[in-house]
């Protein structure tokens, strides 16, 4: 798809200021991260970038997806790129397996996964997606049946792991970009299996938008300008998602957030779809398809779902005490049967669990938590084998560990997860739930309350 020469050489020349305004303007006060891969696209936006003098930390990331014979050429290019202009450079090797089916989407979300993990509080994300990508985004989403959110395509900004996402070149063509290159003399590499049209993007860009622009030679204009009215209709959406939200008594929970099962159910079904699919955006960073909105349905919002359990890419969904919960699925660690025993030697000092939990006494207080004369010995953190019983300082007779659980309430997928503090051979503690009699600090006596800390 072919541009007017004069427009493409006037963008490639004015690309820095249009970088730079952007840029403008945005209250971002932490590093410009740029993901890299070391084609054209990402080696002018960061030439680019560095062209409008930035005042904050410039760091190049690359993912080596391991997919091509040529993938460690690559990352060799970017380094060398990054060191001749002067860049940090963060690196980053995935093993994604076979090919087959699926792989673009497999090696889209692992690299999203990579740049959620470098994010850090006020940085910007810059991604090199221009034009071009996004009337592809649009053909391909629509071979897929999405809906006005999907159709939407790529946003220019978004928020991204407590910073934000930006794809500042996406008013631009890939004729103007390529200009840019040429004109600046930039070196960058080519991956070949662009051109294998198997791909279903690639099918696109080179067999279908060729002879759409035959006929309609504004094709791509008119595909990003559908693109632009489904991205404020979905405004309009997001606006109704969110009164709706505000009636189903949204809170945050342990791993995640939860709203009011009854108040989703009350929905009308559009309604109920419109808000979770607003809701796990936000949330979870994910789209729900028809498929997974159908399985809430189905599964977490008739009947008996208690047990019930729905994994997308970024998130479980569940349902427990009337609540329907959005928990993230990378933080959902399970012990084993065959856990290790930890040994907690200071408990001055916290101690790290297996999933980012952690342990930690707070300060001494009267009549408060595990009595003080016995932090002064080590102890052992084991995990539910089954059978254990102990006996609350609160309750009047011991009791099944499995059926104190259940009554004090704790979401069922947290039961194995509560650690379980030991000392001298004794359970003494249930996570910060509750201190066993013979081990709780006296009326008059003073303790120290223990703190389980989730991610």
């Not at 391991?66 to 970017?78: M, R, T, V």
């Not at 991205?231 to 995640?256: I, N, V």
């Not at 928990?327 to 049967?337: M, N």
């Not at 000392?423 to 249930?430: P, S």
Request: proline share 5%; glycine share 8%.
């Amino acid at each position: 798809m072919s541009e007017s020469p004069v427009n493409t050489q006037s963008e490639a020349a004015t690309l820095p200021a249009l970088l730079a305004r952007e840029l403008a303007g945005l209250d971002l006060a932490g590093r410009w991260l740029v993901g890299l891969s070391g084609g054209v696209d990402s080696v002018v936006l960061l030439h680019a970038l560095l062209a409008t003098g930035p005042t904050q930390p410039v760091v190049a990331v690359h993912v080596n997806h391991g997919l091509s014979s040529l993938a460690d050429e690559w990352e060799a290019h970017c380094r060398a790129l990054c060191q001749a202009w002067g860049v940090a450079l963060e690196i980053r090797q995935l093993h994604l397996g076979e090919g087959g089916s699926g792989i673009e989407e497999r090696a889209r979300l692992a690299r999203y996964g990579v740049f959620r993990e470098l994010m850090q509080p006020a940085d910007a994300l810059l991604l090199g997606h221009h034009r071009s990508d996004q009337a592809e985004t649009v053909l391909f989403r629509l071979m897929r049946g999405a809906g006005v959110r999907g159709l939407a395509a790529m946003a220019s900004h978004r928020p991204l792991a407590g910073g934000r996402l930006l794809r500042p070149l996406l008013s631009l063509g890939r004729e103007a970009i390529e200009a840019y290159a040429k004109a600046q003399g930039l070196s960058w590499v080519e991956d070949h299996s662009n051109t294998d049209t198997d791909f279903d993007r690639n099918y696109l860009r080179h067999k279908v938008l060729p002879l759409l622009a035959a006929r309609w030679p504004e094709a791509e204009r008119q595909l990003v300008r559908t693109a632009e009215h489904c991205r404020e209709a979905d405004a309009l959406l997001a606006d109704l998602a969110a009164l709706d939200l505000s009636a189903c008594d949204e809170q945050p929970a342990a791993l995640g957030f939860s709203v009011k099962r009854s108040a989703l159910q009350a929905l009308t079904p559009k309604r109920q779809r419109n808000l979770l699919r607003h809701w796990l955006l936000r949330r979870c960073g994910q789209l729900p398809g028809h498929q997974a909105l159908a399985d809430i349905d189905s599964q977490l919002l008739r009947g008996d779902s208690h047990s019930a359990c729905i994994g997308l890419s970024w998130c479980q969904l569940r349902v427990y005490g009337g609540r329907l919960f959005a928990l993230d699925l990378q933080r959902q660690w399970q012990p084993s049967a065959v856990e290790p025993t930890l040994y907690w030697v200071d408990l001055a000092e916290p101690l790290r669990l297996p999933g980012g939990d952690a342990l930690q006494f707070g300060p001494a207080r009267v009549g408060a938590g595990l009595a003080e004369r016995f932090c002064a010995s080590s102890a052992e953190v084991r995990w539910r084998k089954g059978g254990e019983r102990c006996h609350p300082a609160a309750r009047g007779h011991s009791q099944t560990l499995k059926k104190l659980l259940q009554e004090y309430d704790l979401p069922t997928w947290l039961r194995s997860r509560v650690p379980l503090l030991y000392l001298d051979g004794e359970l003494a503690a249930v996570g910060d739930l509750w201190v066993c009699r013979e081990f709780a600090a006296a009326v008059d006596e003073p303790g120290r309350p223990l703190c389980w800390q989730l991610p």
